[in-house]
């Protein structure tokens, strides 16, 4: 379940919950909403079919490590037979000569299945290096980076960005997202979604709710300093917040809570700006 807030119908909200308003007006605010609303609701949908290929894609490439493991099993076991029937008198050179066939056919088939992976381990890793060129080796400590099927996943630990419990970002998280802002405007056409998501801890703040308002809040406060503070164009941006519902971690443990506490930035390309990404980099040079 995901529950994404958007500025604009927080806004609607407010006003209609401050003072009366005349009915034009409210009317104006109530489609504006029921648009944002509908607008949520189909980035959700796209978003869930993003999931989905993802998963794919992860049980190809398990499936692809089952077979590999499956005929180098195989492997062994005709190596074994070969040995055995050179080492007896009453086998013929035929069957020798059947194993023999037989190991090195299996032998080719594991190879195009190394290479089917070690294909999509090498995308995967062209693209990160090309995100990531301008992070330095302490900022990756706090930002964990990941390609899947061409999405991209940035990671950000909340107390970097924040104190806890609060959605002001802090002056110190300035130099990192900077430079992830960079990453996004590098690649100008793709569209970029910021998720929030919290432990499941209960907030106990008199101005936040709960978690849901926690993290759609933090995600929203990113979004907001990605267009203010480093210009990146609002239209491309979608802020989110999943609560403490989407762990990736246990939360039975201090670990698996900070875990739990990040913001992910997703940036998903099309198909065509993909394979752009692949083929170049963006420019590097330093301001």
Do not use: H
């Amino acid at each position: 379940m995901k529950f994404y807030m958007i500025p604009s119908a927080l806004l609607v909200l407010t006003i209609v919950s401050q003072g009366c308003v005349s009915n034009k007006k409210y009317n104006e605010l109530q489609t504006r909403y029921n648009d944002l609303q509908q607008k949520s609701r189909e980035l959700n949908q796209k978003y869930q079919t993003g999931q989905q290929d993802l998963s794919g894609s992860s049980s190809r490439v398990k499936s692809l490590e089952e077979q590999i493991a499956s005929e180098k099993a195989n492997v062994k076991a005709l190596q074994d037979a070969l040995d055995k029937c050179l080492n007896s008198t009453s086998q013929g050179n035929v069957n020798i000569s059947k194993l023999v066939d037989e190991i090195n056919s299996s032998n080719k088939y594991i190879q195009q299945l190394v290479n089917a992976k070690n294909k999509s381990d090498s995308l995967n890793m062209v693209l990160t290096n090309n995100l990531t060129r301008s992070l330095s080796r302490e900022e990756m400590k706090d930002v964990d980076v990941q390609v899947l099927k061409g999405v991209v996943y940035i990671s950000l630990a909340d107390n970097m960005l924040y104190k806890s419990g609060s959605y002001d970002i802090l002056p110190a998280a300035g130099a990192t997202l900077s430079k992830i802002a960079k990453i996004i405007t590098d690649y100008k056409d793709y569209e970029v979604l910021i998720e929030g998501n919290t432990d499941n801890v209960p907030i106990s703040q008199t101005n936040i709710r709960n978690n849901w308002d926690l993290s759609a809040l933090r995600a929203s406060s990113v979004v907001q300093a990605l267009q203010n503070t480093y210009n990146v164009d609002p239209k491309r941006l979608t802020a989110g917040g999943r609560g403490e519902y989407n762990p990736i971690a246990g939360n039975d443990t201090d670990a698996g809570k900070m875990k739990n506490r990040r913001t992910q930035i997703i940036i998903t390309p099309k198909l065509d700006q993909f394979m752009d990404l692949i083929g170049k980099a963006p420019d590097t040079k330093k301001d």
